[in-house]
């Protein structure tokens, strides 16, 4: 029931795609997993990357699917050499390559033989990406002020005025609330690109925080939610410009 209500609110947007895979198998695997999703469109399928570049360079491509193991130029060293590559989910048989995909920020890491059910996860994660950084394209003046966290097997729907702080956990992050937390596969740098810049600040290299939850700032501390967080040195005089000053009654 939960990926069809996705499907039925994005059915606006459509994803092309491109699959860039060595292998012929693979490659028509994917393309016939593309084809089942409603908000996917296969723009067309390479076998190496160097081929991939005409469609990057034409601006054809929203999503890769990339495998890692190419000949001639890897999937990681082609992704490295573009200067603003698409979203990109990494299709491999090799697990030793996931620290690439957390360097790299891909959406995710499949690993082969892959499973429609996985495809279908990583796909709406692309999905709502690339709502959060194209807000015009899903017909709309502003960006969305919620988004979809997959918890297990299912996909769970968050608004970001409940978010007290987001805390690092290297290729992870845990989302704070009031009542609960909630872990996610996602760096905080990533988190920190696709939140709305005036509603979210980053106080610390472990803290990004709801600007909107802060009690009060005292020192080299934030209290959010009645948790005292560390802030950054050369990070309080920006903090204070962005929020405080402008909201201060007397002086």
């Known amino acids: 029931m939960m990926e069809e209500n996705i499907e039925k609110q994005t059915d606006k947007i459509v994803l092309r795609c491109l699959v860039v895979d060595d292998e012929p198998v693979a490659r028509e695997g994917l393309s016939d997993f593309v084809a089942k999703v409603d908000f996917l469109e296969l723009a067309g399928t390479c076998a190496?990357?160097?081929?991939?570049?005409?469609?990057?360079n034409k601006g054809e491509v929203d999503l890769i699917f990339l495998d890692i193991n190419m000949p001639y130029l890897s999937g990681t060293d082609f992704l490295e050499s573009l200067e603003n590559p698409p979203l990109t989910i990494f299709t491999t048989a090799y697990s030793e390559y996931a620290l690439?995909?957390?360097?790299?920020?891909?959406?995710?890491?499949?690993m082969k033989p892959i499973a429609f059910k996985r495809f279908y996860q990583a796909a709406v994660n692309a999905l709502q990406q690339f709502n959060l950084r194209n807000p015009a394209e899903n017909g709309e003046n502003s960006q969305p002020d919620y988004m979809y966290i997959r918890q297990g097997d299912s996909f769970e729907k968050i608004y970001w005025?409940?978010?007290?702080?987001?805390?690092?956990m290297q290729n992870?992050?845990?989302l704070h609330f009031?009542?609960?937390k909630k872990v996610i596969h996602q760096t905080l740098s990533s988190l920190e690109e696709m939140l709305p810049k005036d509603e979210f600040f980053r106080i610390h290299k472990s803290y990004l925080i709801n600007v909107?939850?802060?009690?009060?700032?005292?020192?080299?501390?934030?209290?959010?939610?009645?948790i005292e967080l560390p802030l950054s040195r050369h990070r309080k005089e920006e903090l204070l410009k962005?929020?405080?000053?402008?909201?201060l009654i007397s002086k």
């Open 100 to 110: 690439d995909g957390f360097r790299l920020q891909v959406v995710d890491y499949l």
């Open 178 to 180: 009031r009542q609960n």
């Open 161 to 168: 005025e409940d978010i007290l702080y987001i805390e690092s």
């Open 242 to 247: 962005q929020v405080v000053y402008k909201n």
């Open 48 to 56: 190496s990357a160097l081929e991939a570049t005409g469609y990057i």
């Open 212 to 226: 909107s939850q802060i009690d009060s700032i005292m020192g080299g501390r934030v209290f959010v939610g009645g």
């Open 172 to 174: 992870y992050a845990k």
